[in-house]
């Protein structure tokens, strides 16, 4: 997947008409955006340009924009402009940070006091209106004039926003929702004018009565005061809810960007020097103090600690790490102090990456998200020409021109279409943010369709099943020997070696002892294994081939021991010293403690786990019997460049297939996937393949990944069947007069803020 920084433009997805035109892919700020129906005009414009396609986002108020040569992000912002919108390249990411105290600039501190200020002014001048209208023995002499007075700032002033939307819509030949709202009040409100100015509501003493449903009154004596002024404010408190839910939606991706540290101790000609973050460059070393955060990606250069990684990958357990090992930015030093030189800065961290990630799949669309918006961009003027029809129809039927009004307007102000424009993007935004809280990143929409009809997951073996590393399992002795002084000795000797399951002895030696004993005259045996002499003792481990040669056969005890193992699918190594054969070890690739738990849990989804390897059967198998996967489930001895015509088989055979892998040898078989999963802790190259990405090395979250992905596709139905529900019921009741025009706007105002609450019930997703 092609992205690109905010403020620049990257080469986007490959042209599909089989040029070799370079296309770019930039992402802009809109502005002005309304309702679901501005942003499908902003990308029915957009679309319209030579060699462009965009996509419009309204929860995300962005615009993600594909376009070839010819077209310059100069033209495409034009574009939004001529459309009644603004468009702007996005602040870049390394925008100064308010220091602690003051107020910040995140998505929980958005300026919305302008909002805020016209809802609590319209608030309170409508609160007596409204109490006037509907209750009569509050109705003193004059009562309606100064229910005028107080309804015309609301109207005016607090619906200015809408009355301004809907007025530059018209000038470019659009209708939104705002010219609903503003139609609607306006209708309201000049009807009320003309009664008191010219008929007779103005009168002394005149009485006025409520009622949920549409009444029949003197045209002339009719007031819709409380109605202009109550829709006003209603619409304003669902807007002002909407923006605040959507920024606590939005949330978790701003927290995942605030992760980072803001200043970092350099180290310079052996001082340290404290500098923002962004100074940092490849190879530069700094210093890590215990409960600070580390600035960047890098290799550990000097010391050793525990890394709390938490934050990034869910893992609630801190990782040891030592000299040489890599670390990642944002995570934090719980231990000892730390030296690390720089490997990735910036927009290359691992942080920056994730963020990336989850941006993007916010900005996609569900294939019912493209259906709910193309019924939005011809939802309003269908509206306005059913209005028109309940007017008409009213009068023809009733001959009641306040029937016929009061219908048309409850008609006006019920139909609004930001549900459905909010329906699927809200919990996107929610469920991708929780993803990334928990170590999983979604690639777009379209992996959530897919979750819903994986029925077989095939988990590749090295790497995602087992952890990848050869580990020593296993050490048995004769009876005259201790297993601490067998693998002592040959620990010590395994680590004049470079050999991977050399390292795994000399590995689990060192965790065991520390400090082992020094080696002299060290030999490396090509394909036999090594010698040498350690404290004093003449040690050979190895093939029981070398140990033969030089007359030190294996005990019977040991041979057996030997055998059960090689049936196992380990590999010994023997060990003698002194002339005799006193020891075997066994080393294999050991299987992850949490593995047997996800097959479990990744049945319980309904999946089929099968396991894929190149390693022989009898390995295979082992491993396969230890986590719970049946033998018919094993596919064994398959070459790296076969992986993908494995995945391809089984989709001939009717399976809908999930892949979960880390290698290189993986990409392929990912992308063949029909939905690809790559371990956090793999290349490159198979989490740029996959569709989602497990960022801790815990195969327990492909099973989260894959709940966590239908419980956001479950909530997007929900939805937009909530959405699609309410406009259909709601339209018949306001157009038979069922409906006040009141209890339309409120009802309107809170079918958005239904479904965007409804989409924040995913921060709660918990890991099983």
């Known amino acids: ?62 615009a993600r924009v594909d376009f070839g040569p010819g077209v310059s992000v100069t033209d495409l912002i034009a574009t939004v402009e001529r459309t009644g919108y603004t468009a702007e390249l996005p602040p870049p990411p390394a925008a100064p940070v308010a220091p602690a105290g003051e107020a910040g600039t995140g998505p929980e501190h958005a300026p919305a006091d302008p909002l805020l200020d016209r809802l609590l002014i319209s608030a309170v001048l409508s609160v007596p209106v409204v109490m006037l209208s509907m209750i009569p023995s509050l109705q003193f002499a004059n009562w309606q004039w100064l229910a005028f007075a107080l309804t015309g700032p609301v109207v005016v002033h607090g619906g200015l926003p809408f009355h301004r939307a809907a007025w530059t819509n018209l000038k470019h030949g ?43 009154t003197a045209a002339s004596s009719s007031l819709y005061l409380e109605t202009a002024a109550a829709v006003t404010v209603l619409i304003l408190l669902g807007r002002y809810l909407e923006a605040h839910s959507k920024r606590r939606a939005g949330a978790a991706l701003h927290a995942l960007l605030d992760l ?50 938490s934050m990034l990958t869910g893992e609630s357990v801190p990782a040891e790490v030592a000299v040489g090992d890599a670390v990642t930015g944002a995570t934090v030093n719980a231990g000892g102090r730390l030296v690390v030189e720089a490997t ?43 209005a028109l029809g309940t007017l008409v129809g009213w009068l023809l039927a009733s001959n009641s021109p306040t029937q016929a009004f009061t219908a048309a307007v409850a008609v006006l102000i019920i139909a609004c279409p930001c549900a459905l424009g909010l329906a699927t993007p809200t919990a996107l935004m929610v469920g991708t943010g929780r993803g990334a809280q928990l170590g999983i990143l979604i690639k777009g929409p379209e992996v959530l369709e897919t ?10 073996k090295t790497g995602t099943v087992t952890t990848g590393q050869m580990t020593l399992l296993a050490v048995r002795t004769t009876d005259d020997t201790t297993e601490n002084e067998a693998l ?77 193992a090689e049936a196992a699918g380990r590999t010994v190594v023997a060990v003698a010293w002194d002339g005799t054969t006193r020891a075997i070890l066994e080393v294999a690739d050991a299987v992850k403690p949490t593995s047997t738990e996800a097959i479990t849990r990744l049945r319980a989804l309904g999946l089929r786990p099968i396991l894929l390897t190149g390693d022989n059967a009898t390995v295979a198998a082992t491993v396969a019997a230890e986590i719970g996967i049946a033998a018919e489930d094993v596919i064994a001895d398959v070459l790296p460049e076969d992986k993908a015509t494995t995945v391809r088989r089984l989709q001939h055979e009717g399976h809908h297939v999930a892949m979960v892998g880390d290698g290189v040898n993986d990409a392929a078989a990912l992308a063949q996937a029909d939905l690809g999963l790559a371990m956090g802790t793999g290349t ?68 958005s803020v239904f479904v965007v609450t409804n989409s924040l019930r995913l921060r709660r997703f918990r890991a099983a």
């Not at 920084?5 to 370079?22: E, Y």
């Not at 340009?49 to 309204?58: I, K, L, S």
């Not at 990336?356 to 020409?385: C, H, M, T, W, Y």
């Open 451 to 460: 979750t819903r009809r994986i029925d077989t997951v095939v988990l590749d």
């Open 488 to 564: 002592r000795l040959a620990g010590a000797l395994e680590h004049a070696s470079e050999h991977p399951i050399a390292t795994a002895i000399a590995t689990a030696a060192t965790e065991k002892f520390g400090t082992l004993p020094a080696v002299d005259g060290f030999e490396n045996i090509p394909g036999l294994g090594v010698q040498g002499l350690v404290d004093g003792h003449t040690v050979v481990a190895g093939r029981e081939q070398l140990l033969a040669d030089r007359a030190q056969h294996l005990p019977e005890p040991l041979a057996e021991a030997k055998r059960t």
């Open 174 to 216: 659009a209708a939104t929702m705002d010219t609903l709202v503003s139609l609607g009040t306006l209708a309201a409100f000049g009807w009320s004018c003309w009664a008191l100015f010219w008929g007779d509501a103005g009168r002394p003493g005149m009485r006025h009565s409520f009622s949920l449903t549409v009444g029949d």
């Open 1 to 62: 997947m092609s992205t690109s920084t905010p403020g620049s433009t990257a080469p986007g997805p490959a042209a599909t008409d089989g040029s070799a035109a370079v296309r770019d892919r930039v992402e802009l700020s809109i502005g002005g955006m309304t309702c679901a129906s501005c942003a499908a005009r902003i990308e029915k414009k957009l679309n319209r340009m030579d060699g462009v396609e965009a996509t419009v986002n309204y929860a995300t108020e962005k």
């Open 344 to 386: 990735r800065v910036g927009a290359d961290t691992r942080l920056a990456r994730m963020a990336r990630l989850v941006e993007e799949a916010q900005n996609g669309k569900a294939a019912a998200q493209r259906l709910a918006d193309r019924i939005s961009a011809v939802f309003v003027p269908l509206v306005i020409l059913i």
């Open 260 to 309: 980072g540290a803001k200043d970092v101790a350099v180290l310079q000609g052996g001082r340290e020097l404290r500098l923002p973050v962004d100074r940092l460059a490849v190879g530069m070393r700094f210093v890590v103090r215990p409960g600070e955060k580390i600035a960047t990606d890098g290799v550990v250069v000097e010391g050793a600690s525990a890394v709390d990684a």
């Open 684 to 751: 490159d190259a198979a989490i740029e393949a996959a569709d989602l990405t497990l960022v801790r090395g815990d195969l327990r979250a492909a099973a989260d990944a894959i709940r966590l992905s239908r419980r956001t596709l479950a909530t997007i139905h929900g939805n937009l069947f909530w959405a699609f529900g309410y406009n259909i019921a709601a339209l018949p009741l306001a157009a038979t007069g069922l409906l006040n025009p009141m209890i339309a706007g409120a009802a309107m105002a809170f079918s």
